[in-house]
């Protein structure tokens, strides 16, 4: 396919692309955030988008990096509960406070679509659909902040 590239001024629109992503996801989902907060995964759409990826064969993963972990503890249960029966194929990490200053946030799928905000307290985003080249070097960033990050919650059948 021919990539696509689009940039995007409005929390709607941000939210649209990562939606967008998150359909196209087949065997990877790689999220960094602040807290999850103005992505809204706990809404109806996007956790449907989530437990459609999730529901797939086994292979799949869905790997998060988040600055602050307690937003998602505290407001989003039914979030939690998909994370929950899936926590086979979900892992969640928390940055080290060294990293805390880090500003943008990221949605990238199978390494050849992503959804980068620059400036998580700005809407503006940029949208990249099928493109390896583009999206390498965002891939590679999470796996560094992955790298650095620890484990923050155990989402399992048995609780938190």
């Not at 999220?31 to 809404?43: A, H, M, T, V, W």
């Not at 937003?71 to 994370?83: D, I």
């Not at 307290?121 to 583009?134: G, K």
């Not at 650095?148 to 609780?159: E, I």
């Given at each position: ?23 196209r ?26 437990a ?104 399992n059948?048995?609780?938190?």
């Amino acid at each position: 396919m021919e990539p696509v590239y689009s940039v995007h001024a409005s929390e709607a629109e941000y939210r649209n692309s990562c939606d967008i992503v998150l359909r196209r996801a087949e065997r990877e989902i790689l999220l960094f955030d602040r807290d999850l907060s103005k992505l809204r995964l706990d809404e109806t759409e996007r956790l449907e988008l989530l437990a459609n990826f999730l529901a797939g064969d086994g292979r799949r993963s869905l790997r998060m990096v988040l600055h602050d972990p307690d937003p998602l503890r505290q407001r989003a249960p039914r979030l939690l509960q998909l994370l929950g029966r899936h926590s086979h194929l979900c892992e969640i990490r928390q940055t080290p406070d060294n990293l805390t200053h880090l500003a943008d946030a990221q949605i990238l799928a199978d390494g050849i679509h992503g959804v980068r905000r620059l400036q998580y307290d700005q809407p503006r985003s940029t949208l990249i659909l099928d493109d390896p080249a583009a999206i390498g070097p965002w891939v590679q960033r999470f796996e560094d902040l992955w790298a650095q990050s620890h484990p923050c919650l155990s989402v399992n059948t048995t609780g938190l």
